[in-house]
């Protein structure tokens, strides 16, 4: 089925280990995005990504590393997780940089 | 410093009438504007959407309205139905202080329609 896919859909981590959330979509878009949603924060962008090879920061990049190395994927790494990155993790991917965002059903994310 | 804001977290109406769910910014780099509705347990789906050269954009029930001067754009459900209880998330796309593009959330006004 065409969309955007995240995976896992719930993941348990103990403090300093290495995580990747996964982030797949069948459109083909070239622009890619990591949001994170925090109560009392709404959505804050991670990382995103304008195409293949080309990623920048967002609001809130610290502790998280992106590569795009195929224009499907994008997943996110937290090289050494701490308890303020428990949160649900959003990926989506638009077209162009107007286009409407497609989300994923997210991936929520408890570190211990 | 909360770039797109929306002051009311929740927001309760009855069925039949008239929702409207208002969004504040501060940036006048932001040139476009989108709703987005969530449900529980699943990721925003886009709602509409509005330019900056525009000041009323409709789809169906879903009519947003921008006022550039105020720098507020408000979204209006008519009639609300109980299928439209949901959170809904104001966001906005302009050039960052960087020089790329974002596109900036407020933190959402959860909408319960009463039957």
């Known amino acids: 089925d065409a969309g955007i896919t995240q995976s896992p859909r719930y993941k348990i981590t103990e403090t300093g280990r290495q995580v990747t959330l996964m982030c797949h979509q069948t459109w083909s878009h070239s622009y890619m995005f990591w949001y994170r949603q925090d109560l009392g924060h709404g959505l804050r962008l991670i990382y995103y990504s304008a195409a293949a090879d080309i990623t920048d920061k967002g609001e809130v990049p610290d502790g998280y590393v992106v590569s795009r190395s195929k224009t499907e994927n994008f997943p996110l790494t937290l090289e050494s997780a701490t308890r303020s990155q428990t949160s649900v993790y959003f990926c989506?991917?638009?077209?162009?940089?107007?286009?409407?965002?497609?989300f994923g059903n997210g991936t929520r994310l408890t570190v211990t | 410093d909360q770039q797109v804001k929306q002051n009311s977290p929740s927001l309760s109406v009855q069925e039949g009438r008239i929702s409207i769910l208002n969004c504040d910014y501060t940036n006048s780099m932001f040139d476009y504007f989108l709703w987005y509705k969530k449900y529980p347990a699943e990721g925003p789906t886009f709602l509409i959407s509005?330019?900056?050269?525009?000041d009323k954009n409709e789809d169906g029930r879903f009519t947003v309205f921008l006022n550039k001067s105020a720098k507020h754009l408000s979204l209006h459900i008519v009639p609300s139905q109980p299928g439209d209880s949901a959170v809904y998330f104001c966001a906005a796309s302009g050039r960052s202080g960087a020089g790329s593009y974002q596109l900036t959330f407020g933190k959402g006004t959860k909408l319960s329609v009463i039957p």
């Open positions: 509005i330019s900056s050269i525009k």
């Open positions: 989506a991917s638009s077209e162009s940089r107007n286009s409407p965002l497609h």
